[in-house]
């Protein structure tokens, strides 16, 4: 027995690492860019064979990679939801298999929460409000009649989609002068942002005072259609996005973009910690939050070599 006591510390040195199956949302901007090397790196660097699978932005697609994790056997599964529903079968799949799971980026709904461990991710809500805020003080002695708003909208069904334009709707309705007149999604995406927007500007009922684009890609292609249709992005047009990308930065550098609400995509250390924990059963927070600020034209060019993503 004392022989096997002594042996025990050695054999744990050769415990088989630690397996995660992660699905990704897709590739759909810099900020997925970023979180997707975040994850893999950090994984990398705690000793965490990953495996990763990308969902192309697609539900089935993830579906199909967390059943696949199950059947694997993997020790834990982390994953960003591409929409906020419909995941309640699959969790519970998980669940009978023994394997916790992580919620990362992005939020789901369902009625059991017991279904996944813990949510690690930003405050979309809050982020809608802050973008809210800064535009409500840019027109606070503003003596236009009125402040029409187009909104390029991220996935529709997506936490973000959602919850960026709950928080938004929820601070603007304090000066009613402030009008969204036409909604749409871009998916994400700068390509979608530029299509959107130019059908936006091509409706000449209403002139287009501000664009809330609920990311900096979407508000990149915009800029990109507004320039094209003549007018001064940052000028004729404020712009108002989310996320805080280098590219962002750089237009605001331009004047092309005026604010941009940080999203911070760099979560994967605190993740492959809570894996860890999550694992050896270590009591986790139910929802972790992420710190962030708010980041205007005036400081990004001090701003931008400081940048990480
Ligand atoms: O879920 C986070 C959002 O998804 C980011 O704001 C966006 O850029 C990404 O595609």
Redo the contacts with the bound molecule.
């Keep these: 027995l004392l022989a096997l006591s002594l042996a025990l510390p050695a054999l744990s040195a050769f415990a088989a690492p630690l397996v995660m199956g992660f699905s990704q ?2 590739a ?5 860019t970023a ?1 997707t090397s975040s994850v893999k790196s950090a994984a990398k660097e705690a000793g965490i064979t990953l495996k990763f699978a990308d969902a192309q932005q697609k539900q089935e697609n993830q579906v199909k990679a967390l059943r696949s994790f199950i059947a694997q056997k993997v020790d834990v599964i982390a994953f ?1 939801p591409v929409v906020e529903s419909g995941w309640e079968t699959v969790l519970k799949e998980a669940k009978a298999a023994g394997i916790p799971v992580i919620l990362t ?2 939020a789901v709904k369902v009625t059991d929460e017991s279904l996944y461990v813990t949510f690690i ?2 405050d ?1 809500v809050e982020e809608g409000r802050k973008a809210a805020k800064w535009l409500l003080d840019r027109v606070a002695k503003s003596t236009a009649p009125a402040i029409n708003v187009v909104e390029l909208q ?2 529709v069904g ?3 989609a959602i919850d960026r334009k709950k928080g938004f709707e929820e601070i603007i309705k304090s000066n009613a002068k402030i009008q969204i007149i036409r909604s749409q999604s871009g998916d ?1 995406t700068r390509a979608k942002g530029k299509e959107v927007m130019e059908s936006f500007l091509k409706q000449k009922d209403k002139k287009i005072d501000v664009l809330y684009a ?4 979407m508000a990149i292609g915009a800029i990109q259609a507004i320039e094209e249709a003549g007018l001064k992005p940052g000028v004729d047009i404020t712009i108002i996005s ?2 805080g ?1 280098r590219g962002a930065f750089e237009a605001m550098k331009a004047g092309k973009l005026n604010v941009t609400v940080e ?1 911070n ?1 760099l979560l994967g250390p605190q993740l492959m910690q809570l894996a860890k924990d999550v694992v050896a059963k270590k009591p986790v927070e139910k929802r972790i939050k992420v710190i962030e600020g708010v980041y205007t034209a005036d400081q990004a060019a001090k701003e931008l070599p400081n940048r990480k993503y």
Excluded at 28 to 32: I, L, N
Excluded at 214 to 217: A, G, I, P
């Design positions: 949302v897709g759909e901007s810099e900020w997925r979180n960003s980026d992005r991710g930003s979309f991220g996935t997506s936490a973000p994400f609920h990311n900096d890609d989310i996320d990308v999203c995509p």
